[in-house]
């Protein structure tokens, strides 16, 4: 950027906490400040207070080696005891997880039954020799052995690594050999919409190029044939047949890694984060206690993410476990039989809190209002998402149909290297505005910067930068110092820089405006793709769209869209025009988009997530880039068939 972005987007809806909302919020007025005048002291009181240590800790922040911090270095602790044993004297019988499986299988598992499994996968995985630091790659599905599994590597200190069940042969190999994992836990395969995904097949083919896997665990889930290899390969129920539901947790420095995990892949190459015990139980406790507001003993939380992305990490098993939450899990598509599964979930376990991303979000735009409506949704009290910016509309929408105007909603920034969640409302004490992750949690500290370091004066934008180190961060790109300092510690030294760009309004709030790499230069005006892309949503015929700023030799980038449209409109000369000059009414002319492609639909990542770059590639007619982790692969040549014949001024 060469200058600060411009401030186009003009938001003035507020959304006060509702009263009875506060009146009981776990959260409390004041808390920001508190942090801020103590950080040190809030950290350690909320590590201390929310995890039961083996031996506590004394040191809260090493900061001698930066940007290499540790955090409760003395301290020891184990996560599959905070998640589970501690529980189990007064609440063993509660439950855990309500698993919800795609063919109408159901599972319900209470604190006590998880432990038993998690003690005998344990014992199963220590008989293989695997001890303490090995890393054990899982690739499964959403099921319920899929957490067992993390928590028994828990128990031992083995360092887990999930690879998303979405994922390729390649993909799982990659990261396989990044780790070099000596185990891979599977299934024969997972449902998904209907289907059988093989995963068991795609592990074969991923183990053709890893010489450090001695083993593969293999889950029955569907029961179809798969090919087991003598002497490598072992079903799960043979693995724990006969062990004993004891096991010893393994105490663990506050230090030891707890998981590797890969980033999603938007923008390049896939970083292997590294998390360590406990700092990181410290941020998700914490932070999973006040964002979610979780009551153990009344709710029925649904964090709809898939474990494996850091989201359902922290917020599907770490957090909620050691917080003695009951969730659901669902093992399959959300329109799969029909638009409305989802909310047939809430009603039948009358979930209370639910968390999703917005591109879900806008799928339900897209599929239309009567599938929620159909639903008892009044269980609901809370709802939050997580992923990519919110836009507005797509807030709004989800506040009136899914909260029924009477949830708070809580837009929460994070990343997989921050580990827990990091700019958000506390429900009870925020006032929301759609769009905007708010502020900074309390006990951290972030500001907005031009491109010498400077703080942006309220009202402006630019790059959005953590001040302070806190708990839960990351702490290094697996076998990579050097990476994980050039990535993040070195564009603004003694800062860490996430790489999204944000602007804060006259009263402070963050808006998050999508990567640095994504934000155009259109004749001199620093524009963010998603302020363009929340204007062309805000219109009535639109359910998404995706911008990007296409080389021009005149205004040294031009705004390309591309638009995907609610399921009863369709695409003409004239919705094109009326869309540009929407663009043009909401934001200004200098945001108005040179060009506008109706496509059916958009190049994401599995993780849902919009992939600009491949739509810049498209746009300047380049080969495309690193395409393993988009989730459509064939959407991109119909784009690229379409791009070339769309209008121009
Ligand atoms: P990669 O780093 O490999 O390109 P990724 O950044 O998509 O992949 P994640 O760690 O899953 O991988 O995603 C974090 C990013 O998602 C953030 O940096 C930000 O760009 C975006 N994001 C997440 N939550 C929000 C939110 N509430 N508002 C705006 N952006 C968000
Ligand atoms: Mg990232």
Not at 116 to 121: A, G
Not at 184 to 206: C, E, F, H, S
Not at 625 to 631: I, K, R, S, Y
Request: aromatic share 10%; glycine share 10%.
């Amino acid at each position: 950027m060469s200058q600060t972005l411009e401030n186009l987007l003009r938001e003035d809806r507020t959304f006060p906490p509702p009263a009875s909302f506060a009146a009981t919020a776990n959260a409390r007025p004041g808390i920001h400040e508190e942090a801020a005048s103590g950080y040190l002291a809030f950290w350690r009181e909320n590590a201390l207070s929310r995890i039961t240590w083996f031996k506590e800790p004394t040191e809260v922040l090493d900061d001698s080696n930066a940007p290499f911090f540790k955090w409760f270095a003395d301290g020891e602790l184990n996560l599959s005891y905070n998640c589970l044993d501690r529980h189990l004297a007064e609440h063993g019988d509660q439950v855990a997880y309500h698993w919800v499986g795609e063919p109408g299988d159901k599972r319900t598992l209470t604190y006590a039954e998880v432990a038993k499994e998690v003690n005998r996968l344990a014992n199963g995985l220590r008989s293989l020799g695997l001890v303490k630091g090995d890393r054990v790659a899982l690739y499964m599905g959403m099921i319920p052995e899929l957490p067992i599994a993390m928590l028994a590597c828990a128990r031992l200190g083995l360092v887990h690594s999930a690879v998303f069940g979405g994922f390729s042969s390649e993909a799982l190999s990659s990261r396989i050999i990044d780790a070099s994992a000596r185990v891979v836990i599977t299934q024969d395969g997972a449902w998904r919409g209907g289907n059988v995904v093989p995963l068991k097949a795609n592990t074969d083919r991923a183990l053709e190029g890893t010489p450090t896997i001695s083993h593969a665990i293999v889950v029955k889930r569907t029961g179809h044939d798969v090919d087991m290899v003598e002497g490598r390969d072992i079903w799960w129920s043979d693995l724990v047949e006969g062990q004993s539901e004891e096991c010893d947790p393994v105490p663990l420095g506050a230090e030891d890694p707890l998981y590797i995990l890969y980033t999603s892949g938007t923008t390049g190459k896939p970083k292997g984060i590294v998390h360590t015990q406990g700092g990181y139980l410290a941020g998700v406790t914490t932070t999973h206690s006040y964002v979610f507001d979780v009551k153990p003993d009344t709710d029925v939380y649904w964090c709809a993410a898939d474990i494996g992305w850091v989201t359902g990490h922290s917020y599907i098993v770490y957090g909620p476990l050691a917080n003695r939450t009951t969730g659901v899990i669902y093992e399959g598509a959300p329109n799969y039989p029909d638009f409305d599964r989802l909310w047939s979930i809430v009603a039948e376990y009358g979930v209370t809190i639910f968390y999703t991303a917005p591109t879900a979000i806008r799928s339900f735009m897209k599929w239309g209002d009567q599938y929620p409506a159909k639903h008892d949704l009044s269980s609901l009290r809370l709802l939050g998402t997580v992923g990519e910016p919110i836009n507005p509309e797509a807030w709004v929408w989800y506040h009136l149909n899914i909260g029924g105007e009477r949830c708070p909603v809580v837009d929460t920034w994070w990343q997989t290297e921050t580990g827990c969640i990091m700019i958000t409302p506390l429900p009870g004490v925020t006032a929301t505005k759609p769009g905007s992750a708010t502020f900074p949690f309390p006990g951290f500290f972030a500001d907005v910067v031009d491109d010498a370091g400077n703080s942006v004066p309220l009202g402006g934008g630019g790059y959005l930068v953590i001040t302070r180190p806190w708990p839960a961060m990351a702490r290094t790109i697996y076998a990579d110092d050097q990476r994980f300092q050039e990535t993040y510690w070195s564009r603004f030294p003694g800062r860490y820089f996430p790489g999204d760009g944000c602007k804060r309004d006259e009263d402070g709030y963050f808006w998050l405006l999508g990567r640095v790499d994504d934000i155009m230069l259109v004749a001199g005006h620093n524009i963010s793709t998603t302020e363009v892309e929340s204007a062309l949503v805000s219109h009535p015929a639109v359910a998404e769209a995706a911008v990007v700023g296409r080389r021009d030799e005149i205004t040294g980038q031009a705004i390309a869209a591309f638009v995907t449209l609610k399921a009863s409109v369709t695409g003409d000369d004239e919705l094109l025009s009326t869309l540009r000059e929407h663009v043009a009414d909401t934001l200004g002319p200098i945001a108005k988009p040179r060009s506008i492609v109706f496509t059916a639909d958009l190049p994401k990542t599995r993780s849902g997530k919009i992939m600009r770059r491949l739509l810049k590639d498209i746009s300047e007619n380049r080969q495309l880039g690193d395409v393993t982790t988009l989730a459509n692969a064939d959407i991109v040549s119909e784009i690229a068939e379409m791009a070339t014949q769309s209008t121009e001024d």
